[in-house]
T-cell receptor, first 111, second 116 residues
């Protein structure tokens, strides 16, 4: 089974709508990354969260790590077609070395 | 953010040949580089971790004799797919972590390999 569970697997939203993507781990995380990927391309770093309760923003994208450091949510406000892509969460385990990725959430934004 | 490049961006080869993929950190020194493989509509699967000047650490199920990794300098790591077969066709992505502190991994644009 996946070490990291992302939900939903895919999401279609109307332009201008808000949306949330979740990433859940069964183990406490040392840190959590959010990346965006367009099909067939590399990953664009969005943000990294390390402290319980930490929240960061990047333009219209906000991500938060819960106090237990086992769940993170990514929230996009007023979505635009440019937000479309695959959002991947990556977990850094204790020891802070390897990053393991969730299955990704495919976001489609209808104009 | 930091820049990581990969070369080539795509390659088509015949079955049985070997293919080398380069990963370079362009504006920072990377003590650690990671190689991932991604199948269509799937997530990234970590293949191996390499540290400059030492042998790579392979994930379970990854054949180290088939996927040769060399991290020759702080800015260059190479992945060689030896005796490639059609099932090796995939999207290979490298990432690098810098020496100057911070945990952020920066990813290359990926290399699409098609083995005929």
């Amino acid at each position: 089974s996946q070490e990291l569970e992302q939900s939903p697997q895919s999401l279609i939203v109307q332009e201008g709508k808000n949306l949330t993507i979740n990433c859940t781990s069964s183990k406490t995380l040392y840190g959590l990354y959010w990346y965006k990927q367009k099909y067939g391309e590399g990953l664009i770093f969005l943000m990294m969260l390390q402290k319980g309760g930490e929240e960061k923003s990047h333009e219209k994208i906000t991500a938060k790590l819960d106090e237990k450091k086992q769940q993170s949510s990514l929230h996009i406000t007023a979505s635009q077609p440019s937000h479309a892509g695959i959002y991947l969460c990556g977990a850094v385990r204790a020891g802070g070395f390897k990053t393991i990725f969730g299955a990704g959430t495919r976001l489609f934004v209808k104009a | 953010g930091a820049v990581v490049s990969q070369h080539p961006s795509r390659v088509i080869c015949k079955s049985g040949t070997s293919v080398k993929i380069e990963c370079r950190s362009l504006d920072f020194q990377a003590t650690t580089m990671f190689w991932y493989r991604q199948f269509p509509k799937q997530s990234l699967m970590l293949m191996a971790t390499s540290n400059e000047g030492s042998k790579a650490t392979y994930e379970q199920g990854v054949e180290k004799d088939k996927f040769l990794i060399n991290h020759a300098s702080l800015t260059l790591s190479t992945l060689t797919v030896t005796s490639a077969h059609p099932e090796d066709s995939s999207f290979y992505i490298c990432s690098a972590r810098g020496t100057s502190g911070g945990e952020t991994q920066y990813f290359g644009p990926g290399t699409r390999l098609l083995v005929l």
